[in-house]
């Protein structure tokens, strides 16, 4: 098997690190690389040589510069799975926690896209992770929701415009998934059966569905998927997002 270069970004635990080890199953050289740098290296040390670890800021453009310069040879696949999100009503939430979320997830995004669209060469596939929030409004998450939702309309923008060179751009927009970032959320009492009872397949998500997900849409058996925003959140986008709030403050008071 041909060795193919592929660029994860936010790849140090989560969703991240399953789409990299599942990147390097499928005969990719990977680059692993987070704002936690120590993370990135212990990820691809678990996956072995040739697997490479890096840090990376996506609010700095020339971090996401650099990492992508310092790949040795053409990159085929870039996977952007970075992001953060922050809980507060419109009307209380500070600008300055709002602009952090957008900054990363939404800029950030941008800065990853733009970068990889500058250095995958023709064919390649870019991969953004969204959210179920790009599409599904929740009560207190305004500026995650506000951040994922711009999200997948840049990278439908992305596709129309990388088109002509064969660069196949997509998005995965994940529901509840269990990882470090959920799990704070997922330990308040009530939240988790809620998301369970508005989701039709009645389980929420491992990291390893969404990379199953990401490794398909990276392959050539996806050679005509472009623009798409994939909903993978078990169905929960055919019900009512979970009361976030009324838990929270049922729980706290």
Known sequence: MDLRNAVVVGGGS???????ASLADAGH??????????????????LGEPHRGAPADVTVEASVEA???????????VVNCAGVSTIGLVTDL????????????????FVVLKHAA???????????????????????????????????MLVQVAAL??????????????????????APALEIPG???????????????????????????CSPEAG??????LDLDGGAHLQRYPDLLGHIARAFG
């Open 14 to 20: 989560g969703i991240g690190a399953a789409v990299a």
């Open 29 to 46: 050289v990977v680059t692993v690389a987070d704002l936690d740098g120590d993370a990135a290296l212990r990820v691809a040390a678990g």
């Open 67 to 77: 990492v992508l310069a310092g790949v040795e040879g053409p990159i085929d696949v």
């Open 94 to 109: 500070a600008v300055d926690e709002f602009r952090r979320v957008v900054d990363v997830d939404l800029t950030g995004g």
């Open 118 to 152: 500058r250095v995958v060469r023709d064919g390649g596939s870019i991969v953004t992770i969204t959210s179920l929030n790009a599409r599904q409004p929740a009560g207190g998450l305004g500026a995650y929701c506000a951040a994922k939702a711009g999200l997948a």
């Open 161 to 182: 415009e990388l088109g002509p060179r064969g660069v196949r751009v997509n998005a995965i927009s994940p529901g509840l998934v269990e990882t470090p970032l959920t």
């Open 191 to 217: 939240i988790l059966d809620d998301y369970l009872e508005n989701t039709p397949l009645g389980r929420a998500g491992a990291p390893s569905d969404v990379a199953a997900l990401v490794r398909f849409v």
């Open 224 to 229: 005509w998927l472009t623009g798409a925003v």
